[in-house]
Structure formats: C-alpha cells, structure tokens
C-alpha cells in the first residue's frame, strides 16, 4: 500500500469518510481551496463532506504526513548504521502514532555517552548474557572474569550488567507499550503543597493534598495542577497504586528477563528488574504521563474556547440601525460615541454624572440631544466598571422622552477586549484623529450592531472566552481560533462594500494585502456593483476570486445573485431555474412559493450535482440569508446593581458569557459572573455544558449562593430550584461544583477585564532532577 493510500484510508476511518472523499478533498487543499470554499462549493468533489469534517482532516493530514516524514528519516539513519532488517522495516512501516515509531528508533538513535555504553567500553556486554544462561550460579562468581583495571570488582562489573540491561529495557518498544498502555488506566495524579507555600499559593489550596485517576481527570484541574507545579507551590507525581500498580510494573519489567526461578541470577535479575522501573522507566513514563495530560489539557482547554468564541462571533445581531456606544467609567467619565447604520462615527462625548463631577443634568441633556441629532435607535452600554449607574442614569434619561418620541433600547454589551483594540495600530489606522479612551465607545456601539464585524478586529485571545488560555500551546491555539474565525465569517457572508479590511482579510480566498487593495480600489473608484469588478483589483486574480466570490454579497448591485451565496460559476443554472418560474430574483423572495415545485434533479449537469443545485434553490427562497438568531437580550433586574443586592432564591434574567468544562458564567448585572455549575443546568445529568448552553444565550436563573467576601455567586437553572448552597456544601467532592475560586482561575472573563495570567517557576522544593524533567515535558510544544 502507498503512503498516500494509507493515509486517505486512516483518515477515512477517522472523520467516518470514504478514502474517495479524503482523496479529493487532499486535492482540493493540496491546490490552495479554504476549507469554507470547499465545504460550500464542492460538495460534489468531496461527497459532502462539512468544515467540522474537513477541519479535523486537514489536521490528521499534517499528522500523517509529518510521520511519514520522520519514518523515512529513521529508517535512513538506521540504513545508514547497517542495522536495518526486514522485520525492523515492517515494525517501522506499520507504526502507526509518533510515539510507536519513537519507541522503536530509541535503540538506534544516536545518543549521548551513557553508563551502559562505558560498561560495554569495559568488555562487561557479555556478563548479563551469562547470568541469564546460568540461573543457578552467583552472580558475583561469573563477574570474577570480567574484572580489570576500569572494573576492580565483582560488585562494579555487576553495576555495569545492571546498566547494560536497564538500557536494554528502557528501549523495548514493546515493554514500553505495555507499560504506557497499562499506566493510561491505571495511574493515580498526587499532589502536595511544597512546605512554606501554603499562603502564598491559596489559590491552590484545592490541591495541597489531591489524588485522582489520570485516565479521567478533567482538562480545568490538570492545567490547575500543572500551573501549581510551574509556580512551584506543589510537590507533583503520576504513578500506579502503591499496593497494587507498583508491583505489576515491577512484575511487566521482570517478565522481559523471565526471572522463572528462585536461583541466585533469577533473584538478581528481579533485583534488576525493580531497579530499572524506579531508577529509570518509571521516571520516563511520568514524564510521558505529563506531557501527555498536558496536550489533552490543551486540546480541551483550546475546544472549549473554540466552541466559546464561535458562539460570540454568531452572537445575534441587532442590525444595522444609529447607534449611541458608552463605555462606562467613574472617574474618567462615561465615553460617547455615536454612529450611523453603517458603523460610521458621527459624533464623540465625555459625561461626567459620576463622582467627583457628578454632573448627572449635563449628562442626561447630552444624551438627549444625541438621541435627538442623530435618531438613535440603539443604545449600546459596556458592562466594564459603573455598567448598572450608566444604565440607571441611561433608564432615568429616557424617561424624561416625550410620550410620543420612540424610545431607543439600551442594551449591556460584554466590553472584553475592548480596551485591546482601542491602543491597537489596527484602532489608530481606522480613528487616527479620535482619543484611544473613545475607541472603546465606538468598539462597543459596533459590536451592538454586528458582532462577528467587529470582534474580527480584536485578538481572539483578548475576547476572554477560554479557560487557562495563556497556559495551552499557543500556537495550536492560534490556528484553532483562526479557523473557527474563517469558519464564522464565511457562513455569514460579507458586503463587500462596507465591510472593513480586517473582516474582508477573514474570507476564503483573501490575505490581509488582498483586503487592504480591495479596500483602497473601494475608496479610489467607489462602490462594487458587481462581483466581476473584483477581477479590476490589483494583485486579485482568477484563483483568489473563484475561492472568494461566492463569501462576498452587494446588495442593490446590478446582478441580483450577487446579493446571495450562489457562485458566480453557477449563475448560469441559477437564472435557467428563476426563467423557470417566470419571474425575477426580486419577485421570488416575495413570493418563494413558486420554488416549492422545481424539482432540482432536472437542473442536474456535468459541473452540477444534485447538493449544489439544492443550495441554489435554498439561496433563491432567501437570498443571503443570515444564518444568526434573531436579537435578543437580557433584562437585568431593578434594584439589583451589586453582589450585596443579591439574596438566596432570587430568579434573575441573565446572558452566557462564557462556557467552561465545568459549568456556565452568567452576567446578571453585578459586576461579577455567577456559576451556574454543570450539575445545575439541567434536570438531567449534562455531560458537556455547550449541550445546553452557549455564549450569548439569554437565561432565567435563581440564586443559590452570595459569598460576597469572596465574590462567589452560586446559580442554578434547575426547573426543581436545584441544590441551596448548604446541600451543595454537603454533596461529595467529586459532585460538588467548583469552588468560585477555583472557577474564577480557569475562565478567561471573571473578573471583567482580568483573564488567567502565566506564572512562572518559583523554584523551592522541585524534587531534582525529576522535578526538571516534569518542568522540560510541560515546556514541549
């Protein structure tokens, strides 16, 4: 079987694909295709393969290629040594993880000069050959002939078969399997506070006496753990069951010398045996344990972040409408911005209705008159600091509207990352004229009138939508976030004549130059009015537009289509379809009904199938359609503006901002997130929180818990009331929700404004060389 084969086979197998599908698929990526364009518009060539599918194959595709990479590297160097055999090649050509082939290439790899190879140097190589043949005589009686000037005695030549042999286990790729498989089930993560860091490491206090199964620790602890041992406030170690794992490591490692009787050279080598398991591979298989919790750490940590920032970015929009954005702030002042339907800024203030000027008048007759100017229809408020006053003061102000004045609605919008773009070069760009302090109230009125706009412009790690984000791989991080960017703005679609440079750089096909040349064609020549004219954009050619066209929607242009997610390349069966009906685009979507009886089988052609020409349909009943939910938003209740206003058996309206592995944070308009943890989400047992909540979902809950001095709020929305703060108290650990502090730790936005911060190595009582080797596992990306 070729390499390219057996690669669409294992990933056949992996996304539940035909090796057909994954083939053409490879192709597609292979020649520059995104993964939104193929996805949409070449269901034909993939079978119908989604971006979920096609994400996760374009994953294990560089997967597999970069261990076909490094199999023909090892076999070189072993070919090179002369030591390649047949048996060797198949065990090389059927590994199937980097870690098998690892394990396989570690006798041949080269190495530094070790204790085994001195003993070889001393002529000692034949010694443990000879106690395994001859069980019955003492060890120390078959040494006698090996001693010498670099071996004075018996004891030294036995030293030396011992190393000789701990080597030789330590790279048996099939004891190491068996061991690595066995610990997997079995081994047990234990920590303990390192003496004289019980203060200053509080925060940690869950974990200064903690034991639990490895197999089945959850990612929010094992980062918790792991960033308790970087910052040096625990003793860390993975391991079997004393009693019972111990010993059957020791046992597996024994098997592999077959100690069968009870001679002296049987009992010496079961000596060597628990020598090389605590000495050696029981400090290479933490090691590995380590590494490995991390990376499933990571990739949990990173999953719920992008499922997190998927949401946020689909977030309702509340549309394009004049808009007043405040970025809230005491001291300082409330910071206005006013703008048009189209995001335009039309005009900027600072209120000052707080302490110390507490010209509360001044700031409501400003309001009013920006109400009044400038017909505002929405009224966006940051839920930073002085969120519940402005929208008190924001409430007051309206009510003094006249009776037949339509009222704007004000709504609380999350500000994270705000701040972030406001000093960004991206920011300075856009507003070189206007004041960082007031690039807030712009940030937060656009994202009011569409989120997914204006969030691409923002660092998806400054959003606050992770848990222990600035501990995991960053750089898989990154690319993981990036795709859930492109997957979100491609389902969406973008006008192409208003859209921003940093929203157009996010479409399928365009880089971040592209964007900025279709921006300044914009600017020079004016609005597109058809999709063609993208072709007149410099350094934009065929390829580029194939790959964008279809992403891209003007409205009120001179081609209706292009106002929809059908390509260009499939106008032509588009407009056979509408001729059809005898009408235009214009009258279908007033009238879809006449779509009902088309049968799309008959518009099936050579470069058509049946998938594309149902999307075209799809696309004709309502042309670029917005794939979001309706707006909608929380009502936070009257009178209920600090954690102190709140009480047990409150029932409170809220919005999700952030979704753990552990539960759900609530904002209820106090300034600090309440948990809802994942046992009080439902009447029934929830797995996985995102099965029943996601960011910006709008949510009833009640109150079962105020810690105020810790800045706890325990929430449930439990239709039965759920568990009160007392029974939570009683449930056993493993069912108790985590402690707020705890939770606060492993999301990125509670405390508004203040995600998790790196620690870094404090040093103290890390366990030598061990502890090292634990610190270098964890800084392995």
């Given at each position: ?9 294992t990933?056949?197998q992996d ?9 053409a ?24 393969l989604?971006?979920?599918?096609l994400r ?12 076909d ?11 090179e040594?002369d030591?390649l ?10 590994a ?33 050959d ?22 004075p ?6 030293n030396g078969?011992r190393?000789?042999?701990?080597e ?17 089930n079995?081994?047990i993560?234990?920590a303990?506070?390192?003496s004289?860091?019980?203060?200053s ?11 639990e199964?490895?197999a ?29 794992g111990?010993p ?7 098997a592999?010398?077959?100690p ?24 290479t ?8 919790l991390r990376?499933r ?16 970015l689909?977030a309702?929009p ?8 405040l ?16 995001g335009?800024?039309?005009?900027t203030?600072?209120l000052y ?11 409501q ?8 100017t ?11 600091t002085?969120s519940?006053e402005t ?11 006249p ?10 919008v999350s ?6 773009y406001s000093?960004?070069?991206l ?7 206007l ?13 009011l ?14 959003i ?5 984000q ?6 898989r ?6 795709a ?9 679609g973008?006008?192409?004549n ?13 880089t ?6 279709i921006?300044?064609h914009?600017?020079?020549a ?5 999709r063609?004219?993208?072709l007149?954009v ?6 580029a537009f ?11 242009g001179?081609?209706?289509l ?6 260009p390349?499939?106008y032509?069966?588009?407009r ?6 005898g ?6 979507q007033?009238d879809?009904a ?12 050579d ?18 359609r917005?794939?979001?939910?309706s ?12 954690i ?11 919005t999700?901002?952030n ?10 308009g106090v300034?600090q ?68 502090k ?12 203040k ?12 366990p030598?060389?061990?502890g ?10």
């Amino acid at each position: 079987m070729d390499r390219a084969t057996r690669i669409n086979r294992t990933i056949g197998q992996d996304i539940g694909a035909t090796a057909t599908q994954v083939a053409a698929a490879i192709k597609l990526l292979d020649e520059g295709a995104t993964v939104p364009f193929i996805a949409r518009y070449r269901k034909e060539a993939t079978g119908g393969l989604d971006d979920a599918q096609l994400r996760l194959l374009a994953d294990r595709l560089g997967y597999l290629r970069e261990l076909d990479d490094r199999r023909d590297a090892i076999l070189k160097s072993i070919r090179e040594q002369d030591k390649l055999t047949d048996a060797l090649a198949r065990a090389i050509a059927a590994a199937e993880t980097k870690t098998q082939l690892e394990d396989i290439y570690l006798p041949f790899k080269p190495k530094r000069r070790t204790k085994a190879m001195i003993a070889r140097e001393n002529g000692l190589e034949p010694l443990p050959d000879a106690i395994m043949a001859d069980r019955t005589c003492d060890p120390e009686t078959l040494a006698k002939p090996y001693l010498s000037e670099a071996v004075p005695d018996a004891k030294e030549a036995l030293n030396g078969a011992r190393d000789i042999l701990t080597e030789e286990l330590s790279e048996t790729a099939e004891l190491l399997g068996d061991l690595r498989n066995y610990l997997r089930n079995e081994a047990i993560v234990t920590a303990k506070v390192v003496s004289g860091q019980e203060e200053s490491g509080a925060k940690f206090s869950d974990y200064f006496d903690h034991a639990e199964k490895w197999a089945t620790m959850p990612s929010h602890r094992a980062l918790a753990l792991l960033r308790a041992l970087k910052e040096g406030v625990i003793r860390f170690d993975i391991g079997p069951d004393k009693k019972v794992g111990e010993p059957r490591c020791e046992a597996m490692v024994a098997a592999r010398l077959n100690p069968s009787g009870n001679g002296p050279g049987d009992r010496w080598l079961r000596d060597v045996a628990s020598w090389a398991w605590r000495v050696k591979l029981s400090t290479t298989m933490m090691t590995e344990l380590v590494a490995e919790l991390r990376a499933r750490a990571h990739e949990e940590a990173i999953s719920v972040f992008a499922r997190n920032l998927k949401d946020l970015l689909l977030a309702a929009p509340a549309g394009a409408r004049p808009t007043l954005g405040l970025d809230p702030g005491i001291r300082t002042g409330v910071k206005a911005a006013v703008i048009d339907a189209t995001g335009k800024v039309l005009a900027t203030d600072t209120l000052y209705p707080f302490q110390p000027r507490k010209d509360v008048t001044g700031a409501q007759a400003t309001i009013l008159r920006l109400i009044k100017t400038h017909g505002i229809e929405l009224i966006a408020i940051g839920n930073g600091t002085a969120s519940r006053e402005t929208e008190k003061l924001v409430a007051e102000t309206l009510a003094l509207l006249p009776a037949d004045v339509k009222k704007p609605t004000k709504v609380i919008v999350s500000e994270a990352g705000a701040s972030v773009y406001s000093a960004s070069e991206l920011a300075s760009k856009e507003f070189p004229d206007l004041d960082v302090s007031l690039r807030g109230a712009v940030s937060i009125a656009r994202r009011l009138q569409d989120p997914l706009a204006e969030l691409v412009k923002i660092e998806p790690k400054s959003i606050g939508v992770g848990q222990y984000q600035h501990d995991v791989d960053q750089r898989r991080l990154s690319k993981s976030l990036e795709a859930v960017v492109e997957d979100a703005v491609n389902a969406v679609g973008v006008d192409l004549n208003t859209a921003s440079a940093p929203l157009l750089a996010h479409v399928s096909g365009l880089t971040p130059a592209l964007a900025d040349a279709i921006v300044a064609h914009r600017d020079q020549a004016g609005a597109f009015e058809t999709r063609k004219e993208l072709l007149k954009v410099s350094r934009l050619g065929p390829r580029a537009f194939e790959q964008c066209a279809g992403f891209l929607r003007i409205r009120d242009g001179r081609e209706p289509l292009d106002a929809s997610a059908v390509h260009p390349e499939a106008y032509g069966v588009a407009r056979r379809i509408i001729a059809d009906c005898g009408r235009d685009l214009r009258s279908l979507q007033s009238d879809p009904a006449a779509l009902r009886n088309v049968r799309a089988e008959a518009y099936v052609d050579d470069h058509f199938g049946l998938p594309t020409v149902r999307d075209i349909l799809s696309e004709l009943e309502k042309p670029g359609r917005d794939p979001r939910p309706s707006f909608k938003t929380a009502s936070f209740a009257e009178g209920i503006e600090q954690i102190t206003d709140l009480r047990e058996g409150m029932r409170l309206e809220g919005t999700v901002t952030n979704v753990a592995a552990f539960g759900a944070f609530i904002d209820i308009g106090v300034h600090q997130d309440g948990l809802v943890h994942v046992s009080q989400l439902a009447d029934r047992f929830v797995k996985d929180p995102h099965e029943v909540v996601k960011a910006g979902d709008v949510v009833q809950v009640r109150v079962t818990e105020v810690d105020v001095a810790r800045k706890r709020i325990g929430l449930t929305m439990r239709k039965d009331g759920g568990a009160s703060a007392k029974q939570e108290r009683n449930l056993r650990s493993d069912q108790r929700p985590e402690r707020r502090k705890e939770a606060t730790r492993h999301a990125g936005t509670p405390p508004r404004g203040k995600g998790p911060t790196g620690g870094t190595p404090r040093g103290g009582d890390q366990p030598g060389a061990l502890g090292s080797a634990l610190l270098d596992a964890m800084k392995k990306r």
